[in-house]
């Protein structure tokens, strides 16, 4: 049920407008504030959820524009430009009255909390680019198709390859949101470690996560290209870069590169995780986060 109390940092769910657009964001925890952006573009953000860093933590979870209950654009499903997010974003620290804060971007979530610490360095506390690369492109897609093979190699006995595969082809050309979820539910074992070997543990999250269709286009056409490799060595805010070793999308090649562009930044690799290692190594995720904010203090 949605918050009715003027308290826009209490617990539950908040609806706000900023930037002439409803946003919609969930408050659990207490501690000093973490923005979180969850990936996909589109995808629930319940999907990024950590009760684990809520012990330590005032965690602001963000629902995106043009996903879940926040607004969508007239433009929909174009025009989500990390701009866009990102200006989104400001305006939303800025009506919650939060001059500085922790900021946790997951995947595509990376994307945008990387470009709103480069363009607004003074609103961020401290970064963490979870599952994030530096650029995508060719040579992004290239590394990730790789990885999809080491996986198939490593599951090649398991009858249900076949359908995650298949999911991971259909996600691409997927433009409803229909059609996107059954691909991502499809898919989902390719982004874990260990998808089938705990899959008591990871089905309720397959059988429930959900996503919003949003083009890579901005409103006029043109996609939104990712390449902040030459901005990055500029980065002045304290940084966290945390990967899981088996994630098949921003894999530990790209954390590297994240961590050797950032100056003075820390890199935590999860030695059993895929895409999700807040949910397959909460603890050990936890626990890193702990330390990076508990390193930003004074």
């Known amino acids: 049920m949605q918050s009715e109390t003027p308290d826009l940092l209490s617990p539950g769910t908040h609806d706000v407008v900023v930037d002439d657009l409803n946003q919609r964001y969930h408050v659990y925890g207490s501690g000093p504030v973490c923005v979180a952006v969850p990936g996909g573009p589109g995808v629930i953000w319940e999907s990024l959820r950590t009760p684990a860093l809520e012990e330590f933590l005032t965690m602001v979870y963000v629902e995106p524009l043009g996903t879940g209950g926040s607004q969508r654009l007239p433009s929909h499903p174009h025009g989500y430009t990390r701009d866009r997010y990102t200006r989104t974003l400001v305006c939303l620290l800025d009506r919650l009255s939060l001059p500085r804060v922790f900021l946790l971007g997951h995947s595509h979530g990376g994307f945008v ?25 060719p040579e992004h897609m290239a590394e ?52 089938w070997d705990r899959e008591d543990e990871f089905s309720e999250l397959r059988e429930t ?38 994630d098949v999308i921003c894999g ?47």
């Open 209 to 246: 996560v959900t996503c919003t269709y949003i083009s890579p286009l901005g409103e006029n056409g043109e996609p939104d290209r990712i390449d902040d490799r030459d901005a990055l060595p500029s980065l002045t805010v304290p940084t966290l870069v945390v990967v899981g070793r088996f």
């Open 113 to 137: 909390a990387q470009h709103l610490a480069l363009h607004h360095p003074e609103r961020v506390r401290g970064l963490v680019l979870y599952e994030s690369a530096p650029a995508t492109g």
């Open 252 to 298: 530990p090649r790209w954390a590297k590169e994240l961590h050797s562009l950032i100056p003075r930044s820390q890199l935590v690799v999860l030695e059993d995780s895929g895409h999700f290692g807040h949910i397959e190594e909460p603890g050990t995720f936890a626990g890193a986060l702990r330390d990076f904010v508990h390193s930003t203090r004074g």
């Open 144 to 195: 990730a198709a790789s990885r999809v093979e080491e996986f198939a190699h490593r599951n090649q006995d398991r009858p249900e390859l076949p359908m995650a595969l298949a999911g991971l082809q259909t996600v691409g050309s997927a433009t409803d949101d229909a059609k996107i979820t059954a691909a991502l539910r499809d898919l989902l074992p390719v982004y874990f470690a260990r998808y």
